[in-house]
């Protein structure tokens, strides 16, 4: 893309299932990708970003083969931005696709992209969902003029095990539900929403603020280890 975009405006590469690479050209001027602008756009595996970036509302939404990502210029990060759906079926006993909410088997189908590290150290804003089911996702380096953590930011994390969370001041609700951390250094928030780290089954060391004033209900239900 020329140095001399500014924007990628809403739906702009929307469906685009074969395109596999996105590289922005050194010292451009490219300063918004918009809403699901690169949305469904299944091969997509790398992608090179400009300094100063934002990114809108779903725009790498099901992105599922984005292994490469350069997050480290960008500066605001929207809502569901790096992250995908979920779909589930659910399966009788002869592995028959049976009616939602009957008894069976039910079976997973993830959408999320593939990266595994995530550096937003220039992010001043994270969105609600921004890296929710991003499964592969292990390593995040947050920026600290990030003060809040939005619902569900990084939910279905799975094996994300390390996260410095620097002046972090607020957890919103399930915005760390079933992630794979194995400590916790919140010594700078004061407020943890509810269900924030519910089912993070390694969890098994934890530092909290003493400035704390709110665990919600079932913060940390199901850290076996605690």
Do not use: W
């Amino acid at each position: 893309i020329p140095d001399s975009v500014t924007t990628i405006e809403e739906k702009a590469f929307y469906n685009c299932t074969k395109l596999e690479n996105v590289i922005i050209e050194s010292g451009s001027a490219l300063k918004e990708i918009g809403e699901n602008a690169f949305s469904n756009a299944a091969s997509l595996e790398t992608v090179t970003l400009g300094e100063g970036a934002k990114l809108e509302k779903m725009a790498f939404y099901n992105t599922s083969s984005l292994k490469n990502i350069d997050l480290s210029k960008v500066e605001e990060i929207g809502d569901y931005a790096i992250s995908g759906d979920v779909y589930y079926a659910c399966l009788d006993e002869n592995m028959t696709v049976a009616a939602v909410n009957s008894e069976g088997f039910y079976y997973y189908t993830y959408h999320g992209p593939q990266i595994e590290n995530a550096d937003i150290s220039s992010a001043k804003t994270l969105g609600e969902y921004a890296f929710s089911y991003c499964r592969k996702l292990v390593d995040v380096k947050l920026s600290d003029d990030i003060e809040e953590i939005k619902q569900y930011t990084f939910a279905g994390c799975e094996s994300l095990k390390n996260i410095n969370l620097g002046k972090v001041e607020t957890i919103g609700e399930y915005a760390f539900m079933e992630c794979g951390l194995e400590s916790l250094d919140a010594s700078a928030t004061e407020n943890i929403g509810k269900y924030a780290f519910v089912s993070n089954r390694l969890l098994n060391t934890l530092k909290l603020c003493k400035k704390t004033v709110e665990i919600g209900e079932g913060a940390f239900s199901y850290c076996d280890p605690l």
